[in-house]
T-cell receptor, first 112, second 113 residues
């Protein structure tokens, strides 16, 4: 398996609280991505990073922010969690010269 | 684990038959088109990719076809096995700039014994 880990794997939080999910890689890959996966919607891109401190928005970025202060870590923050952000979140990493991305095991987030 | 494909298009085939999964893509500027397989409770896993200047690429038991005229991508799986049951996603990426990796909706493939 590619060296990518997501933490936590499961989390239950209350509406209005901030939440941070972590994606950690040991592969030194340049590109990192955050997706959410919901029934009927496949994988939707939230934010992605093309280098340290270089990030951009995906198609469903509202209510989310990211930070990448070092190559190995890409953090996703829900500034004020809402029930609509209940989802499974996946992180992926990718080398610059390859199309292949490697995914973490996912984080199941429930906002109550 | 949770089913994330409750409302996905589905395809059921008999074990041993060939499967064809289709995908329409949106960005004519994409350089690579990729197929991923996702089993229940796991993250997607890379199967095969095809560069935009090709129209066919073969792997082990899989073939990907690209038709740029109608922006269509297909994955053919030969002699399907029970382990092929999964959700299959197409994805696309442009290898310039920030290199955003975007996924299509997905198709659930079920193999009947």
């Amino acid at each position: 398996d590619a060296g990518i880990t997501q933490s936590p794997r499961h989390k239950v939080t209350e509406t209005g609280t901030p939440v941070t999910l972590r994606c950690h890689q040991t592969e030194n890959h340049r590109y990192m991505y955050w997706y959410r996966q919901d029934p009927g919607h496949g994988l939707r891109l939230i934010h992605y990073s093309y280098g340290v401190k270089d990030t951009d928005k995906g198609e469903v970025s509202d209510g989310y922010s990211v930070s990448r202060s070092k190559t190995e870590d890409f953090l996703l923050t829900l500034e004020s969690a809402t029930s609509s952000q209940t989802s499974v979140y996946f992180c992926a990493i990718r080398k610059q010269e390859r199309s292949e991305a490697f995914f973490g095991q996912g984080t199941r987030l429930t906002v109550v | 684990g949770e089913s994330v494909g409750l409302h996905l298009p589905t395809l059921s085939v008999q074990e041993g038959d060939n499967s064809i999964i289709n995908c329409a893509y949106s960005n004519s500027a994409s350089d690579y088109f990729i197929w991923y397989k996702q089993e229940s409770g796991k993250g997607p896993q890379f199967i095969i990719d095809i560069r935009s200047n090709m129209d066919k690429r073969q792997g082990q038991r899989v073939t990907v076809l690209l038709n740029k005229t109608v922006k269509h991508l297909s994955l053919q799986i030969a002699a399907t096995q029970p382990g092929d049951s999964a959700v299959y996603f197409c994805a696309e990426i442009a290898i310039q700039g920030a290199q955003k990796l975007v996924f299509g909706q997905g198709t659930r493939l079920t193999i009947n014994p």
